[in-house]
């Protein structure tokens, strides 16, 4: 058995990639029962892709709450399971219909 925990063990079954980018602003909730946004700019997107929205909601290394700043530098990181992913040299499907 791994000394790795199961949580490690399991992203080696992934496939991902990690892009830098930047908090843009932060958007107040448009009603007090919604959650803050943080805009992100995410680098090495399409132009009309380049910003994503996601609530402002994170936790710090001791579980408190904690919102980004603008200005803040983060990672953004896209994940899919090995099964859902195909080489770059494969045909695609819908391309033979």
Do not use: F
């Amino acid at each position: 058995m791994s000394d790795k925990p199961k949580d490690e063990e399991e992203d080696q079954d992934k496939a991902a990639v990690t892009l830098p980018g930047t908090v843009e602003k932060v958007i107040p909730p448009i009603h007090p029962s919604l959650p803050e946004k943080a805009e992100i700019s995410v680098e090495g997107a399409d132009e009309l892709y380049r910003e994503i929205r996601v609530e402002n909601t994170l936790s710090d290394e001791r579980g408190n709450e904690v919102g980004l700043k603008p200005g803040a530098e983060v990672d953004v990181t896209i994940e899919a399971d090995a099964d859902a992913t195909k080489s770059k040299n494969e045909p695609d499907e819908k391309a033979k219909t």
